[in-house]
């Protein structure tokens, strides 16, 4: 099974940040990588597909990057409603695996 | 608009069975597979399993974890998913959530998820 290796587990950050989170796989993986974000007791919302693709209807201030084994997610400037947890996940191959979780808190 | 609504979760004994139903709307359900995922409570997500679409022989894969007890089926007709549980643990206590896969993205929309309590 692939592993997906997030980081950070937690960071606390202000409205108007720029804020950078990293997943990194245990295999190369092309570009077969969603990002989410669930806010307590929601579904997980689709924000990134194919690693850097913005999902309908999401803000252009979340983007993503990379290819291979290293994948990043970026809030260009984080708005109060943005403060939730994130999860990557391989789309690669059975069984999906997700990352540990980002929790972005208030600081 | 693309609608999943996920029904049947409960309190069950432990060794008892359960049946999800995973209800979609809006878009064509015979062209997709449909997955389904849990999270446990306060815990990370955990795929499940999946059926592909009839063209792709309508088959299922299941995670280790729930393999040989759980059983994932389809009716076209009425746009409905199940998932079937036997032999229940207290380690299978999740929100379980039914997604879609075989559009543009993977795992597009999700339902609202329904909560399976496996306890004594």
């Known amino acids: 099974d692939i592993q997906m290796t997030q980081s950070p587990s937690s960071l606390s950050a202000s409205v108007g940040d720029r804020v950078t989170i990293t997943c990194r796989a245990s295999?190369?993986?092309?570009?077969?990588v969603n990002w989410y974000q669930q806010t307590p007791g929601k579904a997980p919302n689709l924000l990134i597909y194919?690693?850097?693709s913005l999902q309908s209807g999401v803000p252009s201030r979340f983007s993503g990057r990379g290819s291979g084994t290293d994948f990043t997610l970026t809030i260009s400037s984080l708005q109060p409603e943005d403060f939730a947890t994130y999860y990557c996940?391989?789309?690669?191959?059975?069984?999906?695996?997700f990352g540990q979780g980002t929790k972005v808190e208030i600081k | 608009e693309v609608q999943l609504v996920e029904s049947g979760g409960n309190l069950v004994h432990p060794g008892r069975s359960l049946r999800l139903s995973c209800t979609a709307s809006g878009f064509p359900f015979g062209d997709y597979g449909l997955s389904w995922f849990r999270q446990a409570p306060g815990k990370g997500l955990e795929w499940v399993g999946f059926?592909?679409?009839?063209?792709?022989?309508?088959?299922?894969e299941y995670a280790a974890s729930v393999k040989g007890r759980f059983t994932i089926s389809r009716d076209d007709s009425e746009s409905i998913a199940y998932l079937q549980m036997n032999s229940l643990k207290t380690e299978d206590t999740a929100m379980y959530f039914c997604?879609?896969?075989?559009?543009?993205?993977?795992?597009?929309?999700w339902g609202q998820g329904t909560l399976v309590t496996v306890s004594s």
């Open positions: 295999q190369s993986m092309a570009i077969y």
């Open positions: 194919a690693a850097s």
């Open positions: 996940q391989e789309t690669y191959s059975i069984p999906y695996t």
């Open positions: 059926i592909r679409s009839k063209t792709y022989g309508g088959t299922t």
């Open positions: 997604t879609r896969h075989g559009g543009a993205a993977d795992f597009d929309y």
